[in-house]
């Protein structure tokens, strides 16, 4: 039988209210609220029409009930300006990217969670404390996914067709989620991973991650998890000139606003300097993007050793997402287009330790 629910998850993850999907299937709106219900089932034709047009295979529909996302798990940014289309898209896109999760889990030993539970410290405070729990120092971080990666984070990417979602953060059944927004310069991306861990870590899972103090404290974490204070202070002059702050963002692969908002909250900048810096900056092209930045973004480590692995196996983009129901362009959305890198013939993962249960140990680089 068809499970009704998964119509209703195919249609969100499409962004589609039901008189859009009623328009692209000729089915009645009365109908289709129906299907979702479970009151009827549509006939094998119907079912092929909204396989179509919600693109996923008509083996989806026959699957397991999903639980849906809480909104409240989840640290959306400005949650009441955020439509409830991309919004629900984004949040059902994020869901089937967990059954990706369980498929990995079920083959693969992968890092423990690492993500400490702090009490209630300030931000600063919280971030000099996971650097030291983590062997950090003050040493610019290379790499903030494989970083997150190392130490259990589960990171996937939303689907690029909603760029108006930014990053988010949750815990599922003890285990941390990052998603993020893979549209946005590669420093901004670095950033909403920091912001994305303060979340998880000043929040945890029984503090609500949304609402602006959240938000606020979020953003603290991230600027003093990736420009350590002393490191700013021995690398960056007092009142320094916007020439030196764009080579300074350089130093810790951060957008140039960025540092400006750190040197001024560390009282390198005075409030007339800042808002000069910020003034030429914009003039320059910094508030819209990142000029002369970083040459590509951050992508998954874990998730490149395991379609490495994988193919080292025989297994296909197109089998996985055949064992998840969904088409390959679909699982290909929740993975960062990891998917290139494990056609390009490395086979360098299928050398991993494998454990007694045979799964490899996917041992991961900070």
Same mark, same amino acid.
């Not at 993500?115 to 405070?125: H, V």
């Not at 059944?173 to 549209?183: C, E």
């Not at 002369?292 to 480590?301: H, I, K, N, V």
């Given at each position: 039988?068809?499970?009704?629910?998964? #119509?209703?998850?195919?249609?969100?993850?499409?962004?589609?209210?039901?008189? &859009?999907?009623? %328009?692209?299937?000729?089915?009645?709106?009365?109908?289709?609220?129906?299907?979702?219900?479970?009151?009827?089932?549509?006939?094998?034709?119907?079912?092929?029409?909204?396989?179509?047009?919600?693109?996923?295979?008509?083996?989806?529909?026959?699957?397991?009930?999903?639980?849906?996302?809480?909104?409240?798990?989840?640290?959306? *940014?400005?949650?009441?300006?955020?439509?409830?289309?991309?919004?629900?898209?984004?949040?059902?896109?994020?869901?089937?990217?967990? =059954?990706?999760?369980?498929? $990995?889990?079920?083959?693969?030993?992968?890092?423990?969670?690492? #993500?400490?539970?702090?009490? *209630?410290?300030?931000? =600063?405070?919280?971030?000099?404390? $996971?650097?030291?729990?983590?062997?950090?120092? %003050?040493?610019?971080?290379?790499?903030?996914?494989?970083?997150? &990666?190392?130490?259990?984070?589960?990171?996937?990417?939303?689907?690029?067709?909603?760029?108006?979602?930014?990053?988010?953060?949750?815990?599922?059944?003890?285990?941390?989620? #990052?998603?993020?927004?893979?549209?946005?310069?590669? =420093?901004?991306?670095?950033?909403?991973?920091?912001?994305?861990?303060?979340?998880?870590?000043?929040?945890?899972?029984?503090?609500?991650?949304?609402?602006?103090?959240?938000?606020?404290?979020?953003?603290?974490?991230?600027?003093?998890?990736?420009?350590?204070?002393?490191?700013?202070?021995?690398? /960056?002059?007092?009142?320094?000139?916007?020439?030196? #702050?764009?080579?300074?963002?350089?130093?810790?692969?951060?957008?140039?606003?960025?540092?400006?908002?750190?040197?001024?909250?560390?009282?390198?900048?005075?409030?007339?300097?800042?808002?000069?810096?910020? $003034? &030429?900056?914009?003039?320059?092209?910094?508030?819209?993007?990142?000029?002369?930045? /970083?040459?590509?973004? =951050?992508?998954?480590?874990?998730?490149?050793?395991?379609?490495?692995?994988?193919?080292?196996?025989? /297994? %296909?983009?197109?089998?996985?997402?055949?064992?998840?129901?969904?088409?390959? &362009?679909?699982?290909?959305?929740?993975?960062?287009?990891?998917?290139?890198?494990?056609?390009?013939?490395?086979?360098?993962?299928?050398?991993?330790?494998? %454990?007694?249960?045979?799964?490899?140990?996917?041992?991961?680089?900070?």
């Amino acid at each position: 039988m068809i499970t009704s629910s998964r #119509i209703t998850t195919a249609r969100k993850r499409r962004g589609l209210t039901l008189a &859009e999907l009623s %328009t692209r299937v000729a089915v009645s709106v009365q109908s289709l609220s129906n299907y979702e219900r479970g009151r009827t089932e549509p006939t094998p034709d119907t079912l092929a029409r909204l396989a179509a047009a919600l693109d996923f295979p008509e083996s989806f529909f026959f699957q397991p009930d999903l639980e849906p996302i809480p909104l409240d798990a989840v640290s959306f *940014r400005a949650r009441s300006k955020l439509a409830a289309g991309p919004r629900d898209a984004a949040l059902w896109a994020s869901r089937l990217a967990l =059954e990706l999760h369980s498929w $990995i889990e079920d083959r693969f030993r992968l890092p423990a969670n690492d #993500i400490p539970t702090l009490g *209630r410290p300030d931000p =600063e405070t919280a971030a000099e404390m $996971i650097r030291a729990r983590w062997g950090l120092g %003050t040493a610019p971080i290379s790499n903030m996914v494989h970083l997150l &990666e190392a130490h259990g984070v589960r990171v996937f990417s939303l689907p690029p067709e909603y760029a108006d979602v930014d990053a988010f953060a949750m815990w599922r059944d003890g285990t941390p989620f #990052i998603f993020l927004n893979t549209l946005k310069t590669p =420093e901004r991306g670095r950033f909403d991973a920091a912001h994305e861990l303060g979340h998880l870590i000043l929040h945890g899972e029984d503090r609500t991650l949304a609402g602006p103090q959240a938000e606020q404290e979020a953003n603290a974490f991230a600027s003093a998890f990736l420009m350590p204070r002393s490191s700013v202070i021995e690398h /960056m002059p007092k009142t320094p000139l916007v020439q030196q #702050i764009l080579r300074g963002r350089r130093i810790w692969k951060v957008a140039a606003l960025a540092l400006t908002y750190r040197l001024h909250d560390l009282d390198m900048l005075s409030d007339w300097h800042y808002r000069r810096t910020c $003034i &030429e900056l914009g003039k320059l092209g910094y508030r819209r993007g990142e000029p002369s930045g /970083m040459p590509g973004r =951050e992508s998954s480590q874990l998730l490149d050793k395991v379609f490495t692995a994988m193919k080292s196996k025989g /297994m %296909t983009l197109h089998h996985i997402a055949r064992d998840l129901h969904v088409s390959p &362009e679909e699982l290909s959305s929740w993975v960062f287009g990891l998917i290139v890198t494990a056609r390009s013939g490395r086979t360098s993962a299928s050398t991993d330790p494998v %454990t007694r249960e045979g799964r490899p140990r996917l041992s991961l680089v900070q």
